[in-house]
């Protein structure tokens, strides 16, 4: 028996089972540190698990304007630093933002006509 499932770790999909074998069993990406250039002072690094430096920093931006706040993308992107979780060396991310506007559709019902009303046609 195979699953599709979430990592509890990193919250990425993978197989299990027989299918892991087959395609590649899961494993997670490294953990990096990441927090915001202009507040840096102010907050502690943040872990992520990604693959690279770049990634690490979106993935910081995800969760740190699921808040709801969404304040990076109001100031339309930040400046990030990340490092890989026990190393000196870090890098500064540049990360642009933008609201993606969704819309959903739902068909009406037809008004019901009132056999009662005539129009000017129907007299």
């Not at 195979?2 to 993978?14: A, F, H, I, L, T």
């Not at 008004?111 to 005539?118: A, G, I, S, T």
Request: charged share 35%.
């Amino acid at each position: 028996m195979s699953d599709y499932v979430r990592c509890k770790s990193c919250g990425e999909w993978g197989w299990t089972g027989e299918l892991a074998g087959r395609y590649g069993a899961h494993s997670c990406p490294p953990i990096w540190e990441a927090r915001i250039l202009e507040t840096k002072w102010e907050n502690d690094w943040t872990e992520v698990h990604a693959r690279d430096a770049e990634d690490a920093a979106s993935r910081f931006c995800e969760r740190y304007d699921s808040d709801g706040e969404y304040s990076i993308i109001q100031d339309g992107g930040a400046e990030v630093e990340v490092r890989k979780l026990g190393e000196d060396e870090i890098t500064q991310v540049e990360i642009s933002a933008e609201s993606v506007p969704t819309y959903y559709a739902h068909a009406r019902r037809p008004e019901p006509v009132n056999p009662e009303l005539k129009t000017a046609e129907g007299k």
